[in-house]
């Protein structure tokens, strides 16, 4: 069949290679006669959560009602080695570049802290995925966190809503609607930001569907939830609150046991890790929380009263938030499926890292007598029920063992994937985004930009397996933030702690990261660390 002569599709271009695909493999996307003509490009989607567990889904063997996600999961592709950052703003600018942080001046190459990512701006080579999708008649969307650096419009988008306000999910006060300070509602009782999220998103779409219904669009969608403050709706947590009383490890035992029915793991649950607490201590925010409050992960049957009640409420709220974003994502699909894109819609879903062991009261303080996930709280999840909700794996966010940055990982293509509810157990990474989408739509990235070359990127496109499991050529995959390092090369990981010596993991059988290799395979983890220092030193040239 000549290409060239197929309506709508240019020679050389992705599409014609997707239909390629599309009309000789048979495995795994729908089949299009060749007389048909080229389909649209298709709308994108990527829905993002803050500080979700890899375990805290349904569909990844979690108690959390989250029926929406199980359905996207089910009518679609689950990925179980799916990797982020391991923190916010990394992962946000590996997942909108394609490069990893430090390649892009979003994170450092030290063992301290990049103070919320916000001081240090990309390169004018480091452009956002939607400047690249706009000469394809594409229209940028951005509802939710941003924490990227310079202004949301100014990155590509033709609106957004910059949820800058962090601290408070009761209301919009220092928020930005495209780019311009919002002037809250006189009466904000009713103001809930997971759902105001959703409220912009569905704003956008309506206003793309009566506007711009011949064009595709990009979605970006980062929800701030279940990030702390732990605040949520009090009818949410009602469904929540004795939930947890059994205590962290009960949970994990539970949510273990159905992941391996799943098969989304490996045999091998890790054990908790009693003397890790938050990555960070603040002393005055312990006092500040009262005898409940607990920073390390110890035996629950050890714990007093007051603290298993005020741990279980913490968790109950962390569950009511993660539930109440399902719900607001069911309003988005429902959106979509109103003004018929649902079906040529790619939805990505994910973590930007794992669960938070991080505990301490910022903005408006505590007040110990107020209820519980109310405004007037600052509650963190906490190393124990962050243990549970990063199930089976070790650690937490910031660190670069599984915990901090093993994310679910959702595909939902219904006119371009007919897989139903596999599993894709191919390593892929938050840089992979970017080349994914913009083989989807048929787009090019420039070779440079205002004349400044634009350096080859690390992130491979997942396109293939989208139609079938099977690896991804690359080196390596590699970490690094505030010291905390790691890398994979095939089944093969080496990871340090900040100041610890390289540990060596086979996670084909060991994902849990319990039976260090280290000692009786010294040649290998001196091999990789080799590896990891030379991109680390490539990375750092590239800057």
């Not at 009960?250 to 003397?275: C, F, N, T, W």
């Not at 669960?355 to 007040?367: L, P």
């Not at 089976?392 to 509810?421: L, Y």
């Amino acid at each position: 069949m000549d290409i060239s002569s197929v309506s709508g599709v240019r020679r050389g271009s992705a599409w014609a290679v997707w239909l390629l695909v599309a009309v000789f493999c048979g495995d795994g996307v729908i089949a299009t006669p060749a007389s048909a003509p080229a389909p649209t490009r298709p709308n994108i989607l990527f829905i993002l959560a803050d500080d979700l567990g890899y375990s805290d889904l349904g569909c990844y063997g979690g108690e959390i009602a989250t029926p929406n996600l199980d359905r996207l999961a089910g009518e679609g592709l689950r990925f179980t080695q799916a990797y982020s950052t391991a923190r916010c703003w990394p992962s946000r600018a590996a997942l909108m570049t394609g490069y990893y942080a430090q390649q892009v001046n979003r994170d450092t190459f030290t063992d301290k802290s990049n103070a919320g990512g916000d001081k240090n701006k990309r390169p004018e080579w480091a452009r956002l995925l939607p400047d690249f999708l706009r000469p394809l008649g594409y229209r940028s969307y951005h509802s939710g966190k941003w924490h990227i650096d310079g202004p949301v419009l100014a990155a590509g988008f033709d609106r957004s809503l910059d949820l800058r306000n962090q601290g408070n999910y009761f209301t919009a006060k220092g928020n930005m609607r495209d780019d311009q300070p919002v002037v809250p509602a006189a009466d904000a009782s009713g103001y809930y930001a997971t759902a105001a999220v959703a409220d912009h998103a569905i704003e956008c779409l309506r206003e793309h569907a009566a506007h711009y219904p011949g064009r595709p669009f990009f979605h970006y969608l980062a929800f701030i939830a279940p990030h702390f403050p732990l605040h949520a709706l009090p009818e949410d947590i009602a469904r929540y609150r004795d939930r947890y009383l059994a205590g962290w490890e009960k949970l994990r035992e539970e949510r273990y046991a159905r992941q391996r029915a799943l098969q989304l793991v490996p045999p091998g649950l890790s054990a908790i890790e009693r003397d890790v607490g938050p990555p960070y201590h603040f002393p005055a925010a312990l006092e500040k929380l009262g005898p409940g409050e607990v920073n390390r992960p110890h035996p629950w049957d050890q714990l007093t009263d007051e603290q298993r009640r005020f741990q279980a409420t913490k968790m109950a709220i962390h569950a009511a938030m993660v539930d109440r974003m399902d719900r607001e994502i069911g309003r988005v699909l429902a959106q979509l499926k109103t003004m018929g894109a649902l079906d040529n819609t790619v939805i990505f879903f994910a973590s930007d890292n794992g669960a938070s062991a991080e505990i301490m009261v910022r903005n408006g303080g505590h007040d110990p007598a107020a209820a519980p996930g109310s405004a007037a709280t600052y509650l963190c999840l906490g190393p124990g029920f962050s243990s549970a909700a990063n199930t089976p794996f070790r650690r937490h966010k910031t660190w670069v063992h599984e915990g901090g940055i093993s994310s679910p990982f959702i595909v939902h293509w219904p006119q371009g994937i007919i897989a139903r509810g596999d599993l894709r157990h191919t390593p892929v990474h938050l840089i992979d985004f970017v080349p994914t989408a913009l083989e989807l739509a048929g787009a090019t990235k420039p070779a440079d930009w205002n004349g400044t070359p634009i350096p080859p990127a690390p992130g491979r496109s997942l396109m293939r397996l989208l139609a079938k499991d099977g690896a991804i050529t690359r080196e390596a995959l590699w970490w690094l933030h505030e010291g905390n390092r790691a890398l994979r090369q095939g089944d093969w990981k080496i990871v340090a702690a900040r100041g610890q010596p390289w540990e060596l993991y086979d996670l084909k059988t060991d994902r849990a990261e319990s039976h260090n290799l280290a000692a009786q395979q010294p040649e290998r983890v001196q091999e990789m660390a080799r590896v990891w220092e030379r991109i680390t030193a490539e990375n750092q040239r590239q800057q």
